[in-house]
């Protein structure tokens, strides 16, 4: 019987909700982590391709919020928040994401930065309320395209950083 458990693995609960995407940055961790950390950075790369960001307020902290504007290539404006769950330097950020403070449709991420070498391994696990608040989020948003453009522009930035050998 116990052989049998080991065997099957179930899918966690939430499963049927979650978007997982990963990405090997080349460039040391702490730099990764840092790229996510403050307003200065984050304002060159957030967001997916052709997309820009203007942000109104930002305290990194648990408890704090980054309260920004996402602007499309199509000149649409997308009002952002996010707060801050948990921060563990360089190796862990959790946060709440959605259109305004008190959102009931805003979803859990936790972002993972491992070593993998000289570079980063990144991880964003997003858990949805709700399977069909996520697979909206898929379907009408493109939301795996683009988280994957999102951490693409972060390898770009970050290693446009190593490359220069300097912080600006």
Known sequence: MAGARQETRAEPATADREIVISRVISAPRELVF????????????????????????????????????????????????????EIVPPERIALLHGESRGDANAFESVLTFEPDGTATRIEMHTVFPTKELRDEAVEKYHAIEGGRQTLSNLAAYVTEIVRKGVED
């Open 34 to 85: 840092e790229a996510f950390t403050e307003v200065r950075h984050l304002s060159r790369w957030w967001g997916p391709e052709g997309f820009t960001t203007t942000t109104r307020s930002f305290e990194f902290r648990v408890g704090g919020e980054w309260d920004f504007v996402l602007h499309g290539p199509d000149g649409t404006d997308y009002t952002e928040w996010i707060t801050w769950t």
